[in-house]
């Protein structure tokens, strides 16, 4: 790369941010293009894990992270009808000692304000959606919605399992997974324990789990309710009523339904990704986080992947090596990771909705072995 080269990155989500921190910092020209007129919530609570926490760590974001977020000291899991509990795995200083950083729970906007922070001014240019691109020989034309263009030396798509930018790489469409998840935001008195013990809580249940744990420095409790889907087709985006959420959780231990009859607002959200794509640039054009190589939620891994996107795509861009070039080396660093990603959060679409039962009970003989963080070597280790 040269001091003239010019970077687009079309999406401001955490990998957009995160890659242009990264590549303004070290001396690359980089726009960020965003379609949305201001950056808002959307969405609610992220879980971090150390993997991802390590990296916005290195951005100089743990300052922020600490004030803004919380801290997990354990992940816990419990049946959907007694709350018997099937697993607790502590996390907390071990997780610090073990991995280098902390599991962060935290509410999105939170996340995306501590990046915003963190980017230098002129970088974000707002209210301009990128519908697609033309490649050339030398350079890349961005198409604009308001009918303008923009030009760069590599164009790098961070804008969602939805992207636009895709098409310029792989030539699919998201894929519905049959279930709906179910997001909101309830007072931290829903959960008194969380108080003194801060930590992540999944149920497990026949078609059905949820999950919640403090977000907004422990002011709040975000919450997921995960349902299959009888109609097997992709629900809207839209507000639901709370009472319509609890009755999908007839029969759920009390706890379950007195946090899920605390939330004021509701919104139901299809859950998609995609195939695992064989590729994830194409000369001049490069695929990130959920653009790339969109999950499943069951892993909790979207933005800690995103991060580690950012910053080996960042790291080969200022290689020394020609864009193409470049782009290929970031391509052959994650697709093997991010491949088992994408497996695993798959496979927990049906281990985490078994029916009662003999597979269910085997499920639950694992997570009972499950007692300290080795089985996660993989996944927080990076």
Request: net charge neutral; proline share 4%; charged share 25%.
């Amino acid at each position: 790369m040269s001091d003239r080269t010019r970077v687009a990155v079309v999406g401001a989500g955490v990998s957009g941010l995160a890659l242009a921190i990264l590549l303004r910092r070290r001396g690359v020209r980089c726009d960020l293009y965003e379609k949305s007129t201001a950056l808002g919530a959307v969405g609610a609570g992220i879980q971090l894990a150390p993997n991802g926490a390590r990296i916005l760590h290195e951005l100089g974001a743990e300052h922020l992270m600490r004030r803004r977020g919380s801290t997990a000291e354990a992940i816990e899991t419990r049946r959907w009808d007694d709350g018997a509990l099937l697993s607790r795995v502590p996390h907390g200083r071990a997780c610090e000692e073990r991995f280098g950083a902390p599991y962060y729970l935290i509410h999105r906007a939170d996340l995306q304000a501590c990046l915003v922070d963190l980017l230098p001014p002129g970088a974000l240019h707002l209210g301009r959606a990128v519908l697609g691109v033309e490649q050339h020989e030398d350079h890349v034309e961005l198409r604009v919605a308001d009918g303008g263009t923009a030009t760069a030396d590599v164009v790098i798509g961070a804008d969602g399992v939805h992207s636009a930018l895709r098409a310029a790489v792989v030539d699919d469409a998201p894929r519905f997974s049959g279930y709906s998840v179910y997001r909101g935001l309830v007072a931290a008195e829903a959960v008194p324990s969380f108080a003194a013990d801060p930590r992540v809580m999944f149920w497990l249940g026949p078609g059905r789990h949820i999950t919640y744990y403090p977000v907004a420095a422990g002011r709040t409790v975000h919450f997921s309710a995960v349902c299959a889907d009888a109609a097997g087709v992709a629900p809207r985006t839209r507000a639901v009523d709370t009472g319509q959420l609890v009755a999908e959780f007839d029969g759920w231990h009390e706890e379950v339904r007195q946090v899920l009859g605390a939330a004021g607002d509701v919104t139901r959200w299809g859950l998609f990704d995609r195939d695992l794509a064989e590729r994830y640039c194409d000369r001049r054009v490069a695929l990130m986080g959920d653009a790339a190589h969109p999950m499943l939620p069951y892993l909790s891994q979207g933005a800690g992947q995103a991060l580690e996107d950012a910053l080996a795509l960042a790291d080969c861009l200022v290689s020394g090596a020609d864009l193409p070039s470049a782009l290929r080396q970031y391509e052959k660093q994650r697709l093997a990771r991010t491949a088992e990603v994408h497996r695993q959060s798959r496979l927990r679409a049906t281990t985490f909705h078994l029916a009662d039962g003999p597979p269910q009970r085997r499920r639950d003989a694992v997570l009972g072995d499950r007692r300290d963080l080795g089985h996660l070597e993989w996944l927080y280790g990076g």
